[in-house]
């Protein structure tokens, strides 16, 4: 029930995303060096940089594939100029990352790794699972509104988990269990103040937006904005605990 061209996007963003996930590899020793905070900033700068563009191209008509394609050009091309950038002796770390990946070296990174896999494969079915069983019952208009208002209530989770992200990696060099819970206890009041400001703002905002932004959709009840705020409360919260304990 894909409209026309649907399966051109569907292949282009596969495509892209592969291409995305190929250049984060590359800066991951970047990531080993200590320079997480430089990754973060090319993330947000891609990012930024994506929604003025976007803005511009939909607004003079542009297409959905073009869109797709020009929002992954920004996220790729933030990572690539912060791989340009950074002083690292990349003849050193090529020969590992182009080594062959053996099957016990791809069992151990399952084993050591688990209960992350675990989370973020729960974070993918929450998402797109989800999205593409709702367009299956539903139709897809109801799951694209259904994505929608999943990525509103991210706004809350991944807002409450970065803004404690650095706090939390103080728990590791904690030199005893009372300041590492001392520590653990501060990085959670961190979630705690950064989320709640945005709850306050889906609470409040979320359904003059949504009649902004979808015109013509009447059938949302008037307690979404709650809801999202809530759920959103709780993603936050639930991976500031699995971040911590996988720490």
Not at 21 to 46: C, D, F, Q, R, Y
Not at 188 to 216: D, Q, V
């Amino acid at each position: 029930q894909l409209p026309q061209g649907g399966d051109l996007v569907m292949a282009s963003t596969l495509g892209m995303v592969s291409l995305f996930m190929l250049s984060t590899l590359l800066t991951e020793p970047i990531a080993a060096a200590g320079a997480i905070s430089t990754l973060k900033k090319a993330n947000t700068l891609g990012a930024t940089l994506a929604i003025p563009l976007l803005a511009a191209w939909v607004f003079w008509g542009g297409n959905v594939l073009g869109a797709l394609i020009l929002y992954f050009l920004c996220l790729i091309g933030a990572n690539l100029w912060i791989i340009a950038a950074a002083p690292v002796p990349w003849k050193k770390w090529l020969p590992h990352l182009l080594r062959p990946c053996s099957a016990g070296d791809l069992w151990k990174t399952i084993h050591q790794g688990g209960w992350f896999y675990i989370t973020t494969l729960a974070l993918v079915t929450k998402t797109h699972a989800l999205s593409f069983l709702v367009a299956w019952v539903l139709g897809p208009t109801a799951a694209g509104v259904f994505y929608i208002l999943l990525r509103i209530s991210e706004a809350v989770a991944v807002l409450g988990t970065t803004a404690s992200e650095t706090n939390l990696a103080a728990l590791a060099t904690a030199p005893s269990l009372e300041e590492q819970q001392r520590r653990f206890r501060q990085s959670y009041l961190y979630t705690a103040l950064f989320s709640l400001h945005s709850c306050i703002g889906l609470a409040l905002l979320t359904r003059p937006f949504l009649n902004l932004w979808l015109k013509g959709l009447e059938d949302l009840p008037g307690f979404i904005g709650l809801a999202l705020a809530v759920f959103g409360l709780g993603g936050a919260f639930s991976r500031k605990v699995v971040n911590s304990a996988m720490g």
